[in-house]
């Protein structure tokens, strides 16, 4: 939920080229709404998409999370669910927006140290747990334990009684400090990496999932 009261915003990411690319025109943000590409079958024609936002190679971590996640987060405060999805092909940038780098943190680590200092303001108790898994080629593994711990096929889909969707058997971690998550993140994060190198084409088909309730 937005202050423009719709459910869904779509926010769109123009990352830098890299050194190994060689930069070109055929996409540009025009606006912070609308993204311009070259039409691929007809260079002289544009393609013209809008989004809620649109941010181009110049915009970082902080200006992201302030506009669009930052009030999400917020909204979470007022009793709501709310989720942060991104989508993109290989080497679109998600992991950079996601979870970022220690001199450049992205979307979790902000919104975890968002919800620990709010917590520290607030009147209530608060108890906060996450859990992080891993969706590899359908198996769920969860990368708060080690990958030799869990069955080879991952860890089993099921349905509660209310027909929501739940993972068997996956943990839960009490925190108490944005501290303790970060270490507790860092080391999950790693058990995913662990696993890139054993694996062929590894993170392109590798998704990962982080609740926090
Ligand atoms: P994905 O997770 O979508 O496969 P990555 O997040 O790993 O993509 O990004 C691919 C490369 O581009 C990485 O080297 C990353 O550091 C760089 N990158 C992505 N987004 C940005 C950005 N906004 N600014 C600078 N570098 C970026
Ligand atoms: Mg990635």
Redesign the pocket.
Known sequence: MTNSGHKIKVVC?V??F?KSETPDESVAVESSSLLRVTNPRDSSKDVKFNFDSCYG?G???EAIYKNDVRPLVETVFNGLSATVF?Y??????????I?G?EA?PGIIPRAMEHIFKHQERDAFDYDIRVSYYEIYKEAVFDLFRSRDTMPPAGLPIREDANRRIFIAGLSEKKVTSYEQFEQLYQKACRNRRTASTKLNNH??RSHAILTVQ
């Not at 993109?88 to 927006?97: D, I, N």
């Open positions: 990411r990352r830098p890299l190679p915009i970082g971590q991104c993109g092909v290989t080497g679109a940038g998600k992991t950079h927006t979870q780098t450049e993170s392109s």
